[in-house]
Each structure stands twice: as C-alpha cells, then as structure tokens.
C-alpha cells in the first residue's frame, strides 16, 4: 500500500507543456502541414505523464492516475497528429 502524500500532478502538466510547445513548432511550420520534430516533441510527452500514472498508482490517487492517463492519451494522439501531417505533405 503506498503511503497517503499530497497529489502531485506536475509530471503530467510538463506533458501537457510538451505537446503545446509541439503545436508551437508545428505552427510555426504551418499547422496544416504538421511537423516531424513537434510531433516527436509532443509524442516524448507521454514519457513524464506514464511516470505521473505511476506515482497516482504508486500513492493511490486517483486524480494525479486520471489526469495523467489523458496526458499519455493527449500526448500520443498529437504527436500522431502532426508526424502523419508532415508525412502526408510530403507525399503530396
């Protein structure tokens, strides 16, 4: 059981602030033709929200567990988003 502490939600915060400095780079770009290095940027998101889920799992938290698991949801899916932009501009 892990022991009852304060709930910390700043590892999913730092992915939420990496998937919109993905959208930044992605816009600078123009946000219809997407962008290789914010996709990577906003996908890399997931890694600091997977640690949140695990401290809300490790602390028994449900609000950290809940806002982290749509950070890793969010991060991935953007991520996804603008690199099959980039690629489907390319190819177009």
Do not use: N
């Not at 602030?17 to 290789?36: E, N, P, R």
């Amino acid at each position: 059981m892990g022991t009852p502490v304060a709930d910390s939600k700043t590892p999913a915060l730092v992915a939420f602030a990496m998937v919109v400095i993905g959208i930044a780079i992605a816009a600078v770009q123009g946000i219809t033709h997407g962008s290789l290095v914010g996709g990577v940027i906003a996908a890399a998101g997931a890694i600091p929200a997977c640690y949140g889920m695990w401290k809300g799992i490790q602390q028994e938290t449900q609000g950290t567990l809940a806002v982290s698991v749509i950070a890793v949801l969010v991060a991935l899916g953007i991520g996804a988003l603008l690199i099959v932009l980039r690629v489907v501009s390319w190819l177009h």
